[in-house]
């Protein structure tokens, strides 16, 4: 039986009870947050070689939020100033800070986070508008949208892997929450079996395993591992998840229906869910 060790990571300066490590590189480097003693504030931190690194974005007057690392050590997250969100790539070898604002965020609704970095220091994260959450994809200075086709009410974009694989979770006004992964210009959907309210992707290696949680019949949060995310399609069964009541009449959404086509629920869905990405926005 192989031997499972824990180890606990608190930043020294932090409250008991306020640390949160949340991504980690093939070099065992972490990042996260904590809530210092002193003032209570919030602070991004890296732990390496066993020492601790505050991050404090200079623009943050509200807490800054590491959320992932890559092999360059470089670092992204999310810092709140003013009650809004601004992403944030920090790069270790001159110590600056580039604020991430997709240009469709409106600051007001919640800002821009970023939540992901590859290899390659491409940028994972999530906007929001007054319609609700859209994710994204950071390139070189060049925004792309991240947005599930079947995520009518939001898309979060959380994780992205060497390949550019994009993992995260989209919110559909019938049926709730489910996985996506998005690759090669395919979403695909994941949906734990024993998921009644909700699968939510979170993370994605090279290997092309996603890591994340559902919450089962009963609303316990339970971790998952799907080892299966580079064939060109889910295995992952469909669960039977009630439609959630909406406000509104169902309507044909513009992701792949027909004129004659309508929204139905969870349970009449095939399990194998592959659709194409719909096209980035023209600039304007």
Do not use: C
Not at 35 to 43: K, L, R, S, V
Not at 71 to 82: F, K, P, W
């Amino acid at each position: 039986m192989p031997i499972r060790i824990f180890t606990t990571i608190d930043e020294p300066s932090s409250r008991t009870g306020f640390n949160h490590a949340v991504g980690i590189n093939g070099a065992g480097q972490i990042v996260g947050d904590y809530t210092d003693i002193t003032h209570g504030a919030t602070h991004g931190f890296l732990y390496s070689g066993g020492a601790y690194t505050t991050l404090d974005d200079p623009l943050a007057n509200q807490g800054t939020f590491a959320t992932g690392i890559n092999s360059a050590d470089q670092i992204v997250g999310y810092y709140s100033a003013d009650g809004a969100r601004h992403g944030f790539l920090y790069n270790p070898n001159n110590g600056a800070y580039t604020t991430l604002d997709d240009p469709s965020a409106i600051q007001s609704s919640g800002g821009t986070t970023a939540s992901g970095i590859n290899a390659a220091g491409q940028v994972v994260g999530y906007y929001n508008q007054v319609s609700g959450a859209h994710g994204f994809l950071y390139t070189s200075g060049i925004y792309a949208a991240v947005d599930d086709p079947l995520g009518d009410l939001a898309t979060f974009a959380l994780g992205i892997n060497g390949a550019g694989q994009i993992v995260g979770y989209y919110q559909n006004h019938l049926s709730g929450f489910h996985g996506f992964l998005e690759s090669g210009g395919s979403y695909t959907t994941l949906d734990e079996p024993l998921a009644a309210h909700g699968t939510f992707a979170t993370g994605i290696n090279d290997m092309g395993q996603v890591v994340g949680y559902y919450s089962d019949s009963n609303s316990n949060i339970h971790g998952f591992l799907y080892s299966a995310a580079l064939t060109p399609r889910s295995t992952i069964p469909w669960p039977q998840i009630s439609p959630r009541p909406s406000a509104s009449t169902p309507r044909a959404r513009s992701s792949g229906l027909t004129n004659s086509q309508t929204a139905t629920t969870a349970s009449s869905k095939s399990p194998y869910r592959t659709r194409p990405r719909p096209p980035a926005p023209l600039p304007t």
